[in-house]
Every structure is written in structure tokens, then in C-alpha cells.
């Protein structure tokens, strides 16, 4: 019979070589993650004669929630509860089905989407870091990603997570629209340009990227370029009143006060309660009173929401 140690020394070795052929799957950009109370270690447990001699940690997960649970469909009851309207709770269950499944995308994009719903923008990064790195091809999770990371302040890293988003799928006008709004937070006016240029490009129409690629260029202080994508990003979007208060401090900047006071009171119309657009329309109807005072408008008159609508 073989000894204990000899039982111990062989079942770590075969421990050590299962950890190197299936390394746990790793965010592509790392982010910050809250640790649950108990960190989950996944651990192999050595047994002489029925009595447990060792017990070896081998990873510890910071997105899945431990359960001695056997036969429950965590991942079910997650949807279930979601549906329901019990978010966290949702979370909950989708997390102790991760502990199941750590590298399963569907159970991950759920912890995802439902960590967003919570308010819980870094889990949200985490899962979708790990979502990108399984799904090597896709640039939709490294975009969830970007935007998880706007959300913590990170901007650096989500503009390293639009640019591989880009580099996957160089076609993706939501890449370039979250690398601009990542650069723009952090006054890379030229790259923010450079950025919602592109996403104009890939989609002409697009009235997000034409109001953003408007503001960057407001900041910029390249004034009648802006009139030029703000004009067009109130065609295509009418009915948004900071998109019309926008054109208007680009109209007032050039001059045109008459059709910036058309703006403001476009924007007031669409939404009575918009303070920017009220001071704006204020301050042009006291120039047209006082022509001689000249106007100081900034760029802190206007507005770039985070017009990102969510695809996952």
C-alpha cells in the first residue's frame, strides 16, 4: 500500500500539469474587480482511507461566488430572477453559476450584463475581459469593455480596449465611438477627432458620432467645422435637444446668432427643463440687446451624453 506522502506528492503533480494545459482565461484589459468576502479556491483534495490529509488551492476567482449547491440551475434561476426585476439577486445566482462554468461566455456575458444593471461597472469589465479573451475574433465584448471602464474612470484602458476592438473588426463604428469618448475624457482632442472622423466615415449618417465628432471639434476650437457636423447630426437626429444646443453654441461661435437663438429654443422646446440651453438662449438675447458686449460661449455650454446604446 502506498504511503500517504507518496499519495500527496503524486496528486499535486498531476495538479501541476492540468493547471499548465488549462491556464484560467485572463481579462484582455485588466481592470479593477471587487474580491468577493471569500475568495473562491478551487482545490483538490488527497485522501488516505476515507480522512482528507491535504487540501491545495489551485486558483482563486474574483467573479465567481462559491456554492455547495448540487443539481441547481443557478444560471436559469439568474434569468428568472432578472426577469422578475430582482437584479442583484440575478447577479447572484449568475455568479455561483460561474462557478461552475468559469470559462463559459454565455454565463459570463450574463454576470456581465447583469453586474452593468447593478451598478457594478467593474465585475462588468472583468467578465467582459474575459468574455474577449475566450472569443479572440469578437470586438463586441472588448466595446462592453470599454464602456465598463468609462464608467470607473479608467480611460486609458478603455482606449486600449477600442483600439483592439478596432483591430478585431475594423469595420465597428461603436469601436471608434468609445475610443473617441475615452480620449475625449482624457483631452486627446486630436485623437478624439481623429477617432469620431472615423466612425463618421464608416457610417455618414450616424448622428452620435456626428454630435461627438462636433463637441471634439467645439473644443478644438475648429468652430465652422463643427457647425458642419452639427448641422448634419441635427438632421439625422431632430428630436435631441443637446444635440440642437450643441449646433447652436457652434452657430453663436461663428457669428450666426440668429440661428443659434433658433437652436437654444429648439432645445428648450424638446426639453423645458435643459439649464444649458436656457443660459445659452439668455446670453444671445442679451447680445442682441447689448451688440456692442462680445458673446463668451465655451465648450462647457454644450453636451456630450454618453450616446452609446447598449448592443450586448
Known amino acids: 500500500m502506498s504511503s500517504p506522502k507518496k499519495i500527496l506528492a503524486a496528486a499535486l503533480a498531476a495538479l501541476s500539469i492540468t493547471a499548465c494545459q488549462e491556464p484560467a482565461p485572463r481579462s ?41 449547491a448540487t443539481n441547481v440551475d443557478h444560471l436559469g434561476r439568474a434569468t428568472q430572477l432578472s426577469s422578475e426585476g430582482d437584479v442583484k439577486g440575478a447577479l447572484l445566482e449568475a455568479r455561483r453559476a460561474l462557478f461552475t462554468t468559469p470559462s463559459d461566455v454565455e454565463t459570463l456575458s450574463t454576470v456581465a450584463k447583469l453586474a452593468r444593471r447593478a451598478g457594478h461597472p467593474e465585475l462588468a469589465a472583468e467578465a467582459w475581459g474575459r468574455v ?16 465598463a471602464l468609462i464608467q470607473l474612470k479608467d480611460y486609458s484602458g478603455a482606449v486600449t480596449a477600442g483600439r483592439e476592438a478596432s483591430t478585431r473588426d475594423s469595420g465597428s463604428v461603436e469601436a471608434f465611438q468609445v475610443t473617441g469618448i475615452a480620449q475625449l475624457a482624457m483631452n486627446e482632442l486630436a485623437g478624439a477627432i481623429a477617432s469620431f472622423e472615423k466612425a463618421v466615415e464608416l457610417e455618414p449618417n450616424h448622428g452620435w458620432a456626428l454630435n461627438n465628432l462636433g463637441f471634439a471639434l467645439l473644443r478644438a476650437n475648429k468652430n465652422a467645422q463643427a457647425v458642419i457636423s452639427l448641422e448634419h447630426a441635427a438632421e439625422v437626429l431632430p428630436h435631441v435637444a443637446y444635440v440642437q444646443n450643441n449646433l447652436g453654441v457652434a452657430l453663436e461661435r461663428v457669428g450666426r446668432g440668429d440661428e443659434a437663438k433658433a437652436a437654444y429654443q429648439h432645445a428648450m422646446d424638446l426639453s423645458p427643463k435643459y439649464v444649458k440651453a436656457r443660459i445659452n438662449a439668455a446670453r444671445v438675447a442679451k447680445v442682441t440687446q447689448e451688440p456692442e458686449e462680445v458673446p463668451q460661449v465655451d465648450e462647457t455650454m454644450s453636451d456630450m451624453p454618453h450616446p452609446i446604446p447598449e448592443q450586448q
Open 28 to 68: 484582455v484589459i485588466p481592470s479593477k474587480v471587487i474580491h468577493v468576502t471569500q475568495p473562491v479556491a478551487r482545490a483538490v483534495e488527497v485522501r488516505d482511507a476515507g480522512a482528507p490529509i491535504a487540501v491545495v488551492p489551485v486558483e482563486v476567482d474574483s467573479l465567481a461566488i462559491a456554492t455547495d
Open 132 to 147: 474577449a479573451a475566450i472569443s479572440p475574433d469578437d470586438a463586441l465584448p472588448l466595446i462592453a469593455q470599454a464602456r
